[in-house]
């Protein structure tokens, strides 16, 4: 992502133009604007610091389908639960089989509630192209 919106990486004549939406799409702009897509990865990244198991847990995928990519990550003193909707509508993902007796939110993007359910079948309402992350109780 350039720096700025003249692009700030060099006085020179950079190898490659850059993208379209320079303008906008940069550092300068999109740092105190919580809804760029700076923030959003900037948010996602903390998330991972605060979190050992999505730092170096292991991974176990749950039953997902074509539109959802669900997996627990578990490093023995934490478990997490990580569930994508990667479609543009709407999903239900659930119920998954997660032994917990509640959850707690890591991350979520916006609209994204908590699962409900009970253990071993727990859903989640995901809108479009949205992610969350709740540490298991």
């Known amino acids: 992502m350039p720096w700025n919106s003249s692009g700030g990486f060099t006085t020179g004549r950079p190898w490659f133009p ?3 939406g320079l303008p906008a799409n940069n550092v300068a702009s999109e740092t105190n604007d919580p809804q760029s897509l ?3 990865y900037r948010n996602w990244i903390a998330a991972r610091k605060r979190s050992e198991a999505l730092l170096k847990g ?6 997902s389908s074509a539109q959802i990519l669900a997996f627990i990550r578990d490093s023995g003193s934490e478990r997490v639960l990580v569930v994508h909707n990667v479609s ?3 999903v239900t993902a659930g119920p998954l089989a997660v032994t917990a007796n509640g959850f707690e939110t890591v991350y979520a993007d916006s609209g994204v509630p908590d699962p409900t359910g009970s253990s071993g079948a727990w859903s989640i309402a995901l809108p479009p192209h949205s992610s969350g992350t709740w540490r298991l109780r």
Do not use: T, V
Request: glycine share 0%; hydrophobic share 35%.
């Open 18 to 20: 850059y993208a379209p």
């Open 88 to 90: 543009s509508s709407p």
């Open 38 to 40: 700076l923030s959003y």
């Open 58 to 63: 292991d991974i176990a995928p749950l039953d």
